[in-house]
């Protein structure tokens, strides 16, 4: 129950088209992208851009790759004017990206809209209008018959105006907004009249623009709805068929998708989103959806943290962390079922192999992200992620067992701290469990002999602060070892691998054993230059740590 139990809502009647095509279609390539961060989300801000901020965006959005950029509403201020105005004296807008500009449906403010624009090589003048009920009869108290009267008006005089500056290649865009609430039949008697007052022709297009001003209907609604004016607009091939979603009810991106299998030729949007209260429709989400259908949405996003940075600076607002592509967690399991199907996913691939890797629907190095973020660990993470990092960090590959008997040891570490543990964190808490030298048993030194058919060995260590030299032989270094030190522990696995490449390789070396005592196995590891150095450390470390682990130790230690 909400608060009010008096206030009454309408549910928003659908609009079925018959026999409507949409459902059954694919998007096969991107539509025209037109940005209208500089305006739409400019005007949405707490303190909207200045003029620097406002030409970092612009190159931003350029060096993306966006052809069409909504750039201002030079009626609406001086700074605006200004704006669109140091973009053309100062010749900074490329030869293939066209600028656009918004206004109001009223005489005085399409004058200054037209004026700024004037000496520009190619610009889009954008008017609109309010075409929805609640807008004529509460906001403006027009008719129906007024309604379009002041569109047709306004294109009369746009039209007028710019054919006195034949040097530009004006193009006329046209948004009856609210569109998403207006009657579909009137929408479309207004933008008939729109499109026979100024005459486009296959080759100097037209743009009709359909607003989801508020987003107040499912997807499917808006679809349908866009469906219905791609069907019945006239001269539709004079006419670019744009749609721009506002993300009032979440589903703006399912709104704009749908909207272009319905017909539409062209999305407007912000990257990342932003705009008035839920904000336009997020540019970026859409091209990256397409991406990952193997579709080129024709924008680069390589370097997405970089843009994502530039947005935030230049807004003030931040980007969720959770926020589709480019969140800073978005390409981030903290899940121990996750993170061992990433990294079993991420073992499979092979050169050529089309992307599939469990839970990350892009390869997040084609945006320009690293793997390093993939996996981190806290107290929901298994075995999987914590062998990743530290393969990833450290080159350390460790053997399965190895694999959960560590877990627990990070495990109640997070428990106790509550706390992510990085990459670092993690060797140092597997250095502190495996490799301090800081144990009861400590390795100085060993000498190799030969004791007929067996191996021989002799121990330079130190037990419990206490120097000695101790003796054995067995089959192998290890087993030699282990007789030296008089070990009551019996080997179960023994494991080599190479940490780092080249000159500065060296070896690593794990011993599972088991032990009177102790339930299970535990493992020891060894790291040195050497091999047999190594094996030895690891089956000291082994000895060490069942020596713990025994239920007498244990109590010890709990006193």
């Given at each position: 129950?909400?608060?009010?139990?008096?206030?009454?809502?309408?549910?928003?009647?659908?609009?079925?088209?018959?026999?409507?095509?949409?459902?059954?279609?694919?998007?096969?390539?991107?539509?025209?992208?037109?940005?209208?961060?500089?305006?739409?989300?400019?005007?949405?801000?707490?303190?909207?851009?200045?003029?620097?901020r406002k030409l970092r965006m612009f190159e931003t959005l350029v060096q993306i790759?966006?052809?069409?950029?909504?750039?201002?509403?030079?009626?609406?201020?001086?700074?605006?004017?200004?704006?669109?105005?140091?973009?053309?004296?100062?010749?900074?807008?490329?030869?293939?990206?066209?600028?656009?500009?918004?206004?109001?449906?009223?005489?005085?403010?399409?004058?200054?809209?037209?004026?700024?624009?004037?000496?520009?090589?190619?610009?889009?003048?954008?008017?609109?209008?309010?075409?929805?009920?609640?807008?004529?009869?509460?906001?403006?108290?027009?008719?129906?018959?007024?309604?379009?009267?002041?569109?047709?008006?306004?294109?009369?005089?746009?039209?007028?105006?710019?054919?006195?500056?034949?040097?530009?290649?004006?193009?006329?865009?046209?948004?009856?907004?609210?569109?998403?609430?207006?009657?579909?039949?009137?929408?479309?008697?207004?933008?008939?009249?729109?499109?026979?007052?100024?005459?486009?022709?296959?080759?100097?297009?037209?743009?009709?623009?359909?607003?989801?001003?508020?987003?107040?209907?499912?997807?499917?609604?808006?679809?349908?709805?866009?469906?219905?004016?791609?069907?019945?607009?006239?001269?539709?091939?004079?006419?670019?068929?744009?749609?721009?979603?506002?993300?009032?009810?979440?589903?703006?991106?399912?709104?704009?998708?749908?909207?272009?299998?319905?017909?539409?030729?062209?999305?407007?949007?912000?990257?990342?989103?932003?705009?008035?209260?839920?904000?336009?429709?997020?540019?970026?989400?859409?091209?990256?959806?397409?991406?990952?259908?193997?579709?080129?949405?024709?924008?680069?996003?390589?370097?997405?943290?970089?843009?994502?940075?530039?947005?935030?600076?230049?807004?003030?607002?931040?980007?969720?962390?959770?926020?589709?592509?480019?969140?800073?967690?978005?390409?981030?399991?903290?899940?121990?079922?996750?993170?061992?199907?990433?990294?079993?996913?991420?073992?499979?691939?092979?050169?050529?192999?089309?992307?599939?890797?469990?839970?990350?629907?892009?390869?997040?190095?084609?945006?320009?992200?690293?793997?390093?973020?993939?996996?981190?660990?806290?107290?929901?993470?298994?075995?999987?992620?914590?062998?990743?990092?530290?393969?990833?960090?450290?080159?350390?590959?460790?053997?399965?067992?190895?694999?959960?008997?560590?877990?627990?040891?990070?495990?109640?570490?997070?428990?106790?701290?509550?706390?992510?543990?990085?990459?670092?964190?993690?060797?140092?808490?597997?250095?502190?469990?495996?490799?301090?030298?800081?144990?009861?048993?400590?390795?100085?030194?060993?000498?190799?002999?030969?004791?007929?058919?067996?191996?021989?060995?002799?121990?330079?260590?130190?037990?419990?602060?206490?120097?000695?030299?101790?003796?054995?032989?067995?089959?192998?270094?290890?087993?030699?070892?282990?007789?030296?030190?008089?070990?009551?522990?019996?080997?179960?696995?023994?494991?080599?691998?190479?940490?780092?490449?080249?000159?500065?390789?060296?070896?690593?070396?794990?011993?599972?054993?088991?032990?009177?005592?102790?339930?299970?196995?535990?493992?020891?590891?060894?790291?040195?230059?050497?091999?047999?150095?190594?094996?030895?450390?690891?089956?000291?470390?082994?000895?060490?740590?069942?020596?713990?682990?025994?239920?007498?130790?244990?109590?010890?230690?709990?006193?």
């Open positions: 129950m909400l608060k009010n139990p008096n206030t009454k809502y309408r549910p928003f009647p659908a609009f079925p088209v018959a026999e409507r095509s949409w459902p059954s279609k694919t998007i096969t390539q991107a539509p025209i992208w037109m940005s209208t961060d500089l305006r739409d989300g400019n005007q949405a801000l707490f303190e909207p851009m200045n003029a620097e790759g966006v052809k069409e950029i909504e750039v201002a509403f030079p009626s609406a201020s001086q700074t605006d004017f200004d704006f669109v105005r140091k973009l053309i004296e100062e010749d900074r807008i490329p030869q293939d990206v066209t600028i656009e500009v918004l206004t109001q449906a009223r005489e005085h403010l399409i004058r200054r809209t037209v004026e700024s624009l004037i000496g520009a090589r190619r610009a889009i003048v954008h008017v609109y209008n309010a075409t929805a009920r609640p807008w004529r009869e509460q906001v403006f108290g027009m008719s129906l018959v007024e309604v379009k009267q002041l569109a047709v008006e306004a294109v009369s005089l746009i039209k007028t105006l710019t054919e006195a500056h034949p040097e530009t290649e004006w193009i006329l865009q046209y948004s009856p907004e609210t569109f998403s609430q207006t009657e579909p039949e009137f929408a479309l008697e207004v933008c008939n009249a729109v499109i026979a007052t100024w005459n486009p022709t296959p080759s100097k297009k037209l743009i009709i623009n359909l607003p989801a001003t508020v987003e107040a209907a499912t997807p499917n609604v808006y679809a349908d709805q866009v469906e219905f004016m791609h069907r019945k607009l006239d001269r539709r091939d004079c006419v670019v068929l744009s749609v721009h979603p506002h993300n009032d009810r979440g589903t703006a991106v399912a709104a704009a998708e749908l909207g272009v299998l319905a017909g539409a030729d062209r999305v407007e949007g912000c990257l990342f989103g932003n705009g008035e209260r839920t904000g336009n429709v997020d540019l970026v989400t859409l091209a990256l959806n397409l991406y990952t259908q193997g579709v080129d949405p024709g924008l680069d996003f390589s370097d997405i943290n970089a843009v994502a940075r530039t947005v935030e600076d230049c807004t003030q607002l931040p980007i969720h962390p959770r926020h589709p592509y480019v969140g800073d967690l978005v390409f981030t399991a903290f899940s121990g079922s996750h993170q061992d199907a990433i990294k079993k996913g991420l073992a499979a691939r092979r050169d050529g192999d089309s992307w599939d890797v469990p839970y990350l629907p892009i390869d997040p190095a084609d945006v320009g992200r690293s793997y390093e973020s993939v996996i981190r660990v806290n107290s929901q993470s298994g075995k999987g992620g914590i062998a990743y990092l530290l393969e990833a960090h450290y080159g350390l590959v460790m053997p399965r067992r190895l694999q959960v008997e560590f877990s627990g040891v990070v495990q109640k570490h997070t428990d106790a701290t509550g706390a992510e543990v990085s990459a670092d964190e993690l060797w140092r808490l597997f250095g502190q469990e495996y490799l301090d030298a800081q144990q009861p048993i400590r390795l100085h030194g060993h000498h190799l002999r030969e004791d007929g058919n067996a191996q021989g060995i002799e121990l330079v260590v130190e037990i419990n602060g206490q120097s000695q030299r101790l003796h054995g032989s067995g089959n192998g270094p290890i087993a030699a070892a282990a007789a030296a030190l008089g070990n009551p522990v019996k080997v179960m696995s023994y494991e080599e691998r190479s940490l780092g490449h080249g000159a500065d390789a060296r070896a690593v070396a794990f011993v599972e054993v088991s032990a009177p005592g102790i339930e299970g196995s535990v493992f020891g590891v060894g790291l040195h230059s050497n091999i047999v150095t190594a094996s030895i450390l690891a089956l000291i470390s082994a000895t060490n740590r069942a020596q713990a682990n025994t239920p007498a130790r244990a109590d010890q230690q709990a006193a």
